[in-house]
């Protein structure tokens, strides 16, 4: 099983609808989380961090389900621009300590249509 | 300049040749990254820097990679003996602490051909 598991899509969603991710993880110990946004051919960008309350910003919200080791991200009214890869993100926790690498998706390709 | 930097930005090599690239992270910031990323996958976690200490290696990080932060501040990748499946982008990125994520770099789009 992969360490971190995302629906590659791609998604075709149209202007102005609301669009929702999902990220499984598989190290229960994980600690921190996060969605990064890659446009094409450029770097990651940090798009947010994921709170275990859930948390909102603009028309992002990400939500965490430590029980079933899922992350979520949902984008209402959603623009042209939001098209865009958008990587799950997890801070692993291995056996014997150590590992300060954030363990990456393979992303979620989303393309919105006019 | 704030951000993360990187040189160069694109590299094309011939097979068996060594390459170096490097990384200027954010100043304040005291722990560096470097991965890589292939066409349609994440970036994988290749080592990591606190300081001028290199504390973790990925086993990705075969013995033809070394890596190096001699002052705490820049860093260089070298890849000796360059083979093609080492083409890819190559990123750095930098934090002060990674509940706060991290500032990734451009990137060196590394070909070997």
Known sequence: ?114 | DTGVSQDPRHKITKRGQNVTFRCDPISEHNRLYWYRQTLGQGPEFLTYFQNEAQLEKSRLLSDRFSAERPKGSFSTLEIQRTEQGDSAMYLCASSLDTVYGYTFGSGTRLTVV
């Not at chain 1, 798009?47 to 965490?64: C, I, K, P």
């Not at chain 1, 984008?75 to 621009?81: A, G, N, W």
């Open chain 1, 1 to 114: 099983r992969k360490e971190v598991e995302q629906d590659p899509g791609p998604f075709n969603v149209p202007e102005g609808a609301t669009v929702a991710f999902n990220c499984t993880y598989s190290n229960s110990a994980s600690q921190s989380f996060f969605w990064y946004r890659q446009d094409c051919r450029k770097e990651p960008k940090l798009l947010m961090s994921v709170y275990s309350s859930g948390n909102e910003d603009g028309r992002f919200t990400a939500q965490l389900n430590r029980a079933s080791q899922y992350i979520s991200l949902l984008i209402r009214d959603s623009k042209l621009s939001d098209s865009a890869t958008y990587l799950c993100v997890v801070k692993q926790i291995l056996t014997g300590g150590g590992a300060d690498g954030l363990t990456f998706g393979k992303g979620t390709h989303l393309i919105i249509q006019p």
